[in-house]
T-cell receptor
Framework: GEDVEQSLFLSVREGDSSVINCTYT??????LYWYKQEPGAGLQLLTY?????DMKQDQRLTVLLNKKDKHLSLRIADTQTGDSAIYFC?????????????????FGKGTKLSVKP | NAGVTQTPKFQVLKTGQSMTLQCAQD?????MYWYRQDPGMGLRLIYY???????DKGEVPNGYNVSRLNKREFSLRLESAAPSQTSVYFC?????????FGQGTRLTVV
């Protein structure tokens, strides 16, 4: 079955870059997503990348996709204390009962990012 | 979170009670989803609706029912709540690569 793996914890100092890594098993992924969840809050969509792209940059966020190795990363430049949260990687997989035209998000268990002042 | 509204935000139920969680989106997406989030388990799909008038079971459908009332609204019903259904529930709307979530419903069953 599909699987999305992330390391559980990451600790960085304020001002440093953070790199959160994710691996997935599904070779037919179409989109891959990064979400941020603060304590007691919902899932905030940070960015997503289409599977035919290698990189996407959006202000302080850079997403790198290595489709051959099924590896996705999220780099946060100049990490701030407000970036402390849990970050989820999610893989959008087409569902066979709809011929792949409809999909489901398969989530990793999340990486807790702690930013030390 | 853009365009996905969930109600209520919090709920406490007694075992055996029923309730309906409401979700509405204004992005004209065809696909809507209900997930539950439990510590150490990540998010798991309960039910989804690929379009108005269709619903399908996800990974953990037991104890739940859903209704896709129209394109905008997708509700989740617990007919007879059990303590194992204590969780945070998220509704999601997906279309054209975008996948947005509601703010969540924190449900406690005692």
């Amino acid at each position: 079955g599909e699987d999305v793996e992330q390391s559980l914890f990451l600790s960085v100092r304020e001002g440093d870059s953070s790199v959160i890594n994710c691996t997935y098993t599904d070779s037919s992924s179409t989109y891959l997503y990064w979400y941020k969840q603060e304590p007691g809050a919902g899932l905030q969509l940070l960015t997503y990348i289409f599977s035919n792209m290698d990189m996407k940059q959006d202000q302080r966020l850079t997403v790198l996709l290595n489709k051959k190795d099924k590896h996705l990363s999220l780099r946060i430049a100049d990490t701030q204390t407000g970036d402390s949260a849990i970050y989820f990687c999610a893989d959008y997989k087409g569902m066979m009962n709809y011929g792949g035209s409809q999909g489901n998000l398969i989530f990793g268990k999340g990486t807790k990012l702690s930013v030390k002042p | 979170n853009a365009g996905v509204t969930q109600t209520p935000k919090f709920q406490v139920l007694k075992t055996g009670q029923s309730m309906t969680l409401q979700c509405a989106q204004d992005m004209n997406h065809n696909s809507m989803y209900w997930y539950r989030q439990d510590p150490g388990m990540g998010l798991r799909l309960i039910y989804y609706s690929a379009s108005e008038g269709t619903t399908d079971k996800g990974e953990v459908p037991n104890g739940y029912n859903v209704s896709r009332l129209n394109k905008r609204e997708f509700s989740l019903r617990l007919e007879s709540a059990a303590p194992s259904q204590t969780s945070v529930y998220f509704c999601a709307s997906i279309g054209e690569g975008e996948a947005f979530f509601g703010q969540g419903t924190r449900l406690t069953v005692v």
